[in-house]
Nanobody, 121 residues
Framework: QVQLVESGGGLVQAGDSLRLSCAAS????????MGWFRQASGKERKFVAA???????YYEDAVKGRFTISRDNAKNTVYLQMNSLKPEDTAVYYC???????????????WGQGIQVTVSS
């Protein structure tokens, strides 16, 4: 069992930066692929970024070059550094964990509660 808690969201202006954190409980954190997803109001949840157990990273095209995912296995934490934020990045951001490497939300076993990121123009 893995429990995930996101932090670091908030209201920022376009062009600003934010760093989201996701703290995981439970053992074997280093074995999990960790993903970030986002869900804008009225829309489906979509893949943003993922980092595998061996630190391979994957990004949605819209965030490549602006967002960076990283993990600290000693702290059981995964991060999402978001730079050059745009109003279209506004969404609830979710952290997720799975033992397989996947982009599909439906295949992730564990989810955080989500955290709001709002980017004003």
């Amino acid at each position: 069992q893995v429990q995930l808690v996101e932090s670091g969201g908030g209201l920022v202006q376009a062009g600003d930066s934010l760093r989201l954190s996701c703290a995981a409980s439970g053992r074997a954190f280093r074995s999990y692929t960790m993903g970030w997803f986002r869900q804008a109001s009225g829309k489906e949840r979509k893949f943003v970024a993922a980092i595998s157990w061996n630190d391979r990273t994957y990004y949605e095209d819209a965030v490549k070059g602006r967002f960076t995912i990283s993990r600290d296995n000693a702290k059981n934490t995964v991060y999402l550094q978001m730079n050059s934020l745009k109003p279209e990045d506004t969404a609830v951001y979710y952290c997720a964990a799975d033992l397989t490497l996947t982009y599909k939300p439906s295949t992730y076993d564990y989810w955080g509660q989500g955290i709001q990121v709002t980017v004003s123009s």
